[in-house]
Structure formats: structure tokens, C-alpha cells
């Protein structure tokens, strides 16, 4: 990553460490593609052409005909402030044919420029002639790139072109310091304690890290039976039946979730527990059932076995032949259950589940209380309405195939909503539960293409999905009936490739794309890098919706990843997400899943719950801090009660950076350093003196760091903090 030189001046600065490297440049093709870069067919073209070349022993030639293009591709993107210009050599064959130099990121183009104005004289058959196509010409649009094309302008048949020697030129300018200005006074919003949640946390894990929050979530979630103690894979593996306990305890009690709930508590952890909406949960019994028996509705395209290959000796013993996926072939399988689409219908739900009403719920409430204590009295705080209820005609289709509308998710959950606070009123519930960017917008009923739009979100006066059901929370208390839904919940992963990580690999694009993708949380200048395109602004998007619609409704976040457990990247990333909810308000947040004991995702949360390994949090109000280049340097700022001051920096650049931190508050003494990086584990990493308000620091590449400094003491400020501390009772409900 580069970065621009920061826009602050600040009245002092200590010595700095040696100057970062100066990046290198890129080469693309070089007789071969280099670097990553592939061909993806689009036009006529041969990358190996040994006629006429500019340095042996090869070139590229392009027919540019019909549109068509070079098409470059790269798994992983650069970023467009590493580099100043694209350089090559280009010759036609005849004449001189008209293409266009254009970039793109997951397959949007973010600038581009005629061919023509980037070579001296223009392109000519005759001589080859270099190609210079300054980035700044191109004006991108997003801040990091993945795809090249030289593309036909025409759309017609034009004479061959050869080009050679392809390269980015790195910009050849060390990047300055950032310059960080920290506020104490300003931009001031409690922490709330709830955003270090994770799910399906042991308590091992929670009294080792400190996790504030378990949740009890995901798809089996959904027809999880409490009285039998048995869920169902759904979609994820053949849609069978699972006993969570063998063999039974006296149930329900002793049931996982009964144990959960309070192993969690008893470990120092809330508990928000996910509830069935749809209607049925797995039974009848604890036996293990299965929706789409082969025996019964014919064929179908996999079942347990055939998953591990086609052949019997790669069959595990205990597989199961007669459980099909519900996928079919209607030219194979006639037995009237194979749907002309594919899918098995008519399946009997009471093969795998029962009835399960509001009614149902609220027993299970009460067993929870009785167990556990009410929501005000040391037992569960907070309820989820069900797990991705827009998902319900994908991951549940075989009790629920038709896909779920804005009124559907909307009274389901209200009526579980009120069942619940019937039975315990200070419960606070969570809702609508959505699975990522197209259900913010729409239902499942919308049609597909552009997910953000359709019928159904017209029939609701062209309102999203998340504000329309935002306003049905406030229209009810408005009715005289009780608050049904406390916060808006929401899931949210990076979707470009490899950002959210299912597993360890290291790769250095991969990594860079997932430090920059930390801005879809926040950032409307920020374009993702994935099919989504635009700028998601994810928290602010909900803020303005919710104060729109339903003022007071707190924001989760219950699911989200943004890199394996073992990542360093990864790491990084979690650390500064948190940092990022916190400054951006969000109430309460669960990573999925919790970390790994000992990983380095792990450490991300220590770095908040136990800096110091004695107890040490940063907790408190976040507060004004910004940076000069926050793609690069992310900077954050925590008060305490305590009389002290948290400085937060991320460097997400693969090179060591330097800072300077001016900070508009007294200062009584050196600021106390804590770290982690790549390579070295989270500990303390000495002190910085402050003088004149200012310190400055060298920060490792891909590193967390810490500062701890001790304010002037200010009463005034600390008791007005503390009336309205997230860590208090009062303020850990929205």
C-alpha cells in the first residue's frame, strides 16, 4: 500500500526510523504473463507470437475485433496508489487500430483511456513505439484493481496489434508519515461491552479471553427442538435429523442448550439465544430422519454416500445411501416428486419436524428463566427471531420451499417477539436477522438480478427490506403495544474472493483486499471488491435507516468474518473492525465463530479484553481521532473512566510506517505501547515520550499498536463519562 503525506502539521517530531523501501515495479508480461496475471478468452489472441517482437523471444498479438479485448485477469487486486503509470510497447500490423487501456475490480471498470493518447505519434505500423498510461489519467474510481483489458473500440474488424514489455511502474516515492489528530472531546459515544461477542464460545474461552457475549446461532438453529435437544442439518448436509446429547439426559434440562446457557453465564459471559420462527422444529423424536429419502422420492443427484465419490471404496461405513440432497434429474427421476427445475417437492414435513407456534417459544422462555434467572436477573439478556429467515426457500426448502416475504418475516416474528415478552419483559430482541447485502433491500420473494430491488420491495412503497421493517417496530408501540424488536440485526461478510477466509493460506493480494475491504463497514467513498460494486457504508446505512424509520432501535451485528483464525491479516482485520464498531455505535456484535484458542484472531480480542495480560481493557467512550490516510494507517481513540486516554493504530500497509499523533487533550505522562504484528505476538512494546501534545511512533508493517497515556485529570468530564458509561447496567440496552 502507498500513502499520500499527511494533510496536518504538528508542532513537534521525534526522530523517525530509516525510511520505508520504495516499492518495486509490477511486471506483467515479460515473453510470459508474470505476477498472477492470466488470459481469460475474449478475443483472438496468441501470448507466445515469435514473428515480430519487441524483445525476444515473444510478444503478445491481439485481433481486435467485435469489442473484444486482451482480458488480464489477476486472483488478488493492487492497488492503484502503489503505481504511477502502466508502461509497454505496442505495433500494428497495418494501419492503426483504435483500443482503449481500461482497469477494473471485480469486473466494474474504475478508468480508462483511448490508446492513442498514451503513445507519442500514436500506434504505427511501422515502428514500435512505447505506451505510457499514467494512472492518474485513467481517473480510477475505486482504489484497487484486478483486471486490464485492451479493448476494440470499433466493434469492428481491425488490422492486429502486438504488444510487449508490460509493467506497472511503482510510484518511486517513500510515503510520508501519517499524521494522526486525536479529539477527547469530541465525536464522544460509549463502547458499548457487547461488541466483543463471539458464538458457540466454551467457557474455557470465555474466562481465558473475555468475551462479553456467546450466541447461540446459525442454521441449525432454526428447527432447534429444546424439549427433545435435537436440530437439523438442513441444507448444509442432507437435511437431517441430530441429537445434540448422547445419550438423553433427564431433558430438557441438561440439553446443550440448557448448558450453554448456563455454562455461558456461569463464566462471565450474556447469552443471546436464537429462536425457531418458521414454524416447525426437528422430531418427532430423537431418532435420526432425513427429508429427501431416495426410497421415497426417487433418484436425486447426491445422497451421503455418493459425497465422498462415485465409487463404493470411497464410502465412509457409516454413510447413509438412501439420504438425497433433494436435487434431481426430471428426465431420470418420474416419479412425480422431481419438479421440472430440478428440485424434489411434495416431500411430508411431519417425516422430519412438528408444529412448533409462538406458544412453543414462550415454554421455552419460561424453562430458560426457571433455569437461568429473567433478563434482568442474571439470565438471558437477549433473544434472536430465528437465523437468516430470508434464506428460509434455500437452507430450510424442504419445510419451507417458497421463499419468505417482507409481511412473512415481519409478523412470524412479532409473534414470537411478543410471546417472549410476555414471559419476559425486559428481554430484548433481536430481529430481522439478515444474511448479507441483498436482504438489507429485499425479500427473498423479489426477483433475482439486481438484488437491491423487485416486487415485493415495490408492493412496500419501494422501502428496503431493514427500514421498512424497522418502521412496523416503532408503528407498534405507536399502536399501544409493547416494543416488539430492540435491535436491528444484521450478518455481513466481505464478499471478495478469499477476504473472508475459510482458511490459512497466506496471500499477500488476498490480505491487502481484506485490510482495504474494512471500509464497506463505514466508508461511502469506498467501492467493494466483489460482485456487490457499489459502496456498501454498512453501518451508516443502517443508522440512517433506523433514524428514519425507528429512532433508539440498537444495531448488531451477529454474524461476521473477515479472515481465518490463523491469519495474521485476518488478525489485523479483526481488531479494527472492532475499532470500527465502536466509533461507528454498534450496540452489540458475535464474530462467527469464536476464535480458535491461542490463534491470532484470538489475539485481536485480547488486544481489547487483556492487553496487558493483567486485566488490562480498553473500554470507555471512543472519540474523535483521524488519519491522514486511513487506508493505510487506521486510527482510533478510547477515554476511559480511569483518567486515560487509548490510541489505536492499525497499519495495513506491508511496509513499516511511520505516525505522528497530536492530541488535544493534556497529557501527564509517556504513552505506553502494546503490540501485535505478523510475526511477533501481542506484547508490550516500551513507551513514547509526549511532548507538546505530540508523539510519534514507527509502526511495523501489517501491525496493531496500542497507546496508553494518562490524562490531566478531569473531573467534570469523568462524571458526566461515567453517568453514561456502555459499561454501566443502565446502558447495555439501546
Known sequence: ??????????????????????????????????????????????????????????????????????????????????????????????????????????????????????????????????????????????????????????????????????????????????????????????????????????????????????????????????????????????????????????????????????????????????????????????????????????????????????????????????????????????????????????????????????????????????????????GVRFYALDNEPMLWDSTHRDLHPQPATYDEVWQKGLAVALAVKAVDPAARLLGPDTWGWCDLWTSAADAPGDCTDGPDRQAHGGVPFVQWYAAQVCAEVAAGGVRPVDYLDVHFYPQAPGVAGTDDVVNEAVAATRLRSLAELWDSAYLSESWIGAAPRLIPRLREWRDAACPGLGIALTEYKWGADESPSGALAQAELLAILAREGVALATRWVVPASGSKAEEAFRFWLGYDGAGGKVQGESVRALSSDSQSVGAYAVRSPRDELFVLLFNKDDEPREVEVALAAPIAGDAALWRFSETSPLATAGALPVVAGTFSASLPARSATLARLPLVSDLLFRDDFESGSAWSWSARTP
Do not use: K
Not at 341 to 364: C, Q, Y
Open 1 to 378: 500500500m502507498r500513502g499520500a503525506a499527511p494533510a496536518l502539521l504538528l508542532p513537534f517530531c521525534w526522530t523517525l526510523a530509516a525510511a520505508p523501501a520504495i516499492a518495486q515495479d509490477l511486471v506483467v508480461y515479460d515473453d510470459e504473463l508474470r505476477n498472477g496475471f492470466v488470459s481469460w478468452p475474449w478475443a483472438a489472441h496468441d501470448l507466445a507470437w515469435s514473428g515480430e517482437v519487441h524483445s525476444p523471444p515473444h510478444a503478445i498479438r491481439l485481433e481486435p475485433d467485435a469489442w473484444g479485448a486482451l482480458y488480464l485477469h489477476r486472483d488478488g487486486a493492487l492497488e492503484v496508489a502503489d503505481y504511477v503509470e502502466l508502461r509497454f510497447w505496442v505495433r500494428a500490423e497495418s494501419g492503426s487500430p483504435q483500443v482503449r487501456v481500461v482497469l477494473l475490480a471485480a469486473g466494474a471498470e474504475i478508468g480508462a483511456l483511448p490508446l492513442a493518447e498514451a503513445v507519442e505519434g500514436g500506434v504505427s505500423a511501422a515502428e514500435w513505439r512505447e505506451a505510457v498510461v499514467p494512472l492518474a489519467a485513467l481517473e480510477p474510481s475505486g482504489p484497487a484493481f484486478d483486471e486490464i483489458w485492451l479493448q476494440d473500440t470499433t466493434g469492428t474488424d481491425q488490422p492486429a496489434l502486438l504488444f510487449d514489455d508490460l509493467r506497472f511502474v511503482a510510484d518511486p516515492t517513500p510515503p510520508g508519515p501519517v499524521a494522526v489528530a486525536v479529539d477527547p472531546a469530541l465525536d464522544r459515544r460509549p463502547l458499548s461491552a457487547f461488541l466483543f461477542g463471539v458464538n458457540f464460545a466454551t467457557p474455557e474461552q470465555i474466562e481465558s479471553v473475555g468475551y462479553t457475549l456467546n450466541r447461540w446461532g446459525g442454521n441449525r438453529t432454526t428447527r432447534y427442538n429444546w424439549q427433545l435437544d435435537v436440530d437439523s442439518s438442513a441444507a448444509d448436509w442432507f437435511f437431517a435429523n441430530y441429537t445434540a446429547s448422547e445419550p438423553a439426559p433427564p431433558l430438557p434440562e441438561g440439553s446443550a442448550a440448557d448448558r450453554f446457557v448456563l455454562d455461558s453465564r456461569a463464566a462471565g459471559a450474556d447469552v443471546l439465544l436464537t429462536l425457531p420462527m418458521l414454524g416447525r422444529v426437528a422430531g418427532p423424536d430423537r431418532e435420526r430422519r432425513w427429508s429427501f429419502s431416495e426410497a421415497t422420492y426417487g433418484p436425486q443427484l447426491l445422497d451421503e454416500c455418493r459425497y465422498f465419490g462415485p465409487a463404493p471404496e470411497d464410502w465412509p461405513f457409516w454413510c447413509n445411501h438412501d439420504m438425497g440432497d433433494g436435487r434431481c434429474d426430471p428426465g431420470i427421476n418420474t416419479t412425480g416428486f422431481c419438479s421440472p427445475e430440478g428440485r424434489i417437492v411434495g416431500n411430508d414435513p411431519d417425516e422430519t419436524s412438528v408444529v412448533a407456534g409462538p406458544g412453543f417459544i414462550a415454554e421455552w422462555v419460561e424453562f430458560v428463566v426457571g433455569r437461568a434467572g429473567g433478563a434482568d436477573r442474571g
